[in-house]
């Protein structure tokens, strides 16, 4: 069974940085794309930014996060700097292997002074 796993998740304080990093498990042998997500308290699911075709982020994090994937196109990471209270969320990694979508269950980033 594939399966995605977060990390990284912390309480940070605003202008501070946090790296995510999600990891694909399994039987495979190729990852066609794969993304953030996040869920903010009280809001629906927002994409922070996915790769792909072409790399894409929110309005709200551009400029501030990057996405990448290492070498095994396994891992992905997210480079979080000048965090603010708004980007408190729990963060979803998502990918999408053989045809079919994966999620992991989520890292919780808090913002907060």
């Known amino acids: 069974q594939v399966q995605l796993e977060e990390f990284g998740g912390d309480l940070v304080q605003p202008g501070g940085s946090l790296r995510l990093s999600c990891t694909v498990t399994g039987r495979i042998f190729s990852v066609s794309s794969m993304g953030w997500f996040r869920q903010v308290p009280g809001k629906q699911r927002e994409k922070v930014a996915s790769?792909?075709?072409?790399?894409i982020y929110a309005d709200s994090v551009k400029g501030r996060f990057t996405i990448s994937r290492d070498s095994s196109k396994r891992t992905l990471y997210l480079q979080m700097n000048d965090l603010k209270p708004e980007d408190t969320a729990v963060y979803l990694c998502?990918?999408?292997?053989?045809?079919?979508?994966?999620w992991g269950k989520g890292t919780l980033v808090t913002v907060s002074s």
């Open positions: 790769d792909g075709i072409q790399t």
């Open positions: 998502n990918a999408i292997i053989y045809g079919r979508e994966y």
